[in-house]
């Protein structure tokens, strides 16, 4: 991969479509005073060190884009519509003269900046593709009842005394375009990064209705958050 690492060589973007069949149009829904939409561009508004675009199909999406001042790429409904493979997801990406990009995931809606801020000095440092892993906590068993993280002659049940497990969030991508559109993934397994996140709220991803309604519950104690 080029290890070009200066500054405008790197393009911090997110990306929205309208067809989620797990929590119907979640991206352009009323969210309190937003939608999911809303607060993704928002936040690229906020971020003045890289270029930012968010990539859509909607004229939704550009309405939104225009609000904030923030560059709006076009998708194609087929890459809207696609479930794989990533470099039809992404095709936009081949007219974008960056060799870096940051994807953040637009159905975080507590991921704050200074978190967004954290994993871009984290990627810096690195110098090569990074993602993001939370750890968890409790007895887990592989498909074959096996135990995967803790003996099976323990003499009590105390999470405080298993080991953590790390569990792959997606959250935030930072990948090389060449590699990318010449190996339909974002990175190579055996040398990406990992910067492990633990804020549980901050982590917490949309994909089901359930999902929406918690996030719902919590916005009214954490708003003040969201944007900082």
């Not at 039809?88 to 007219?95: A, G, P, R, V, Y």
């Not at 960056?98 to 110098?127: A, E, G, Q, R, V």
Request: aromatic share 18%; net charge positive; charged share 25%.
């Amino acid at each position: 991969m080029k290890n070009n690492f200066k500054k405008n060589k790197i393009c911090i973007y997110s990306l929205g479509r309208t067809n989620s069949k797990r929590c119907k149009n979640k991206m352009q829904r009323k969210f309190f005073n937003f939608s999911l939409s809303e607060i993704i561009i928002k936040k690229l508004s906020l971020i003045n060190k890289y270029d930012c675009f968010f990539a859509g199909y909607d004229n939704y999406y550009k309405k939104m884009c225009k609000k904030y001042d923030v560059r709006f790429v076009k998708r194609t409904l087929k890459s809207t519509l696609s479930e794989g493979p990533n470099k039809e997801i992404h095709s936009f990406l081949k007219n974008q003269n960056y060799d870096y990009f940051l994807l953040i995931n637009p159905c975080l809606p507590f991921l704050s900046l200074s978190t967004i801020n954290k994993f871009i000095n984290f990627c810096l440092k690195k110098k090569t593709s990074c993602s993001v892993l939370t750890t968890k906590k409790n007895y887990f068993f592989s498909k074959k009842l096996k135990p995967l993280n803790f003996n099976i002659n323990i003499d009590t049940l105390n999470t405080k005394h298993v080991e953590s497990i790390y569990e792959f969030s997606n959250c935030m991508y930072f990948f090389n375009k060449d590699y990318f559109f010449k190996n339909n993934f974002y990175w190579n397994w055996k040398i990406n990064e990992y910067m492990v996140l633990d804020n549980k709220i901050e982590m917490h991803d949309i994909d089901t209705e359930d999902d929406f309604e918690i996030a719902l519950s919590i916005y009214p104690n954490y708003k003040k958050n969201i944007f900082l």
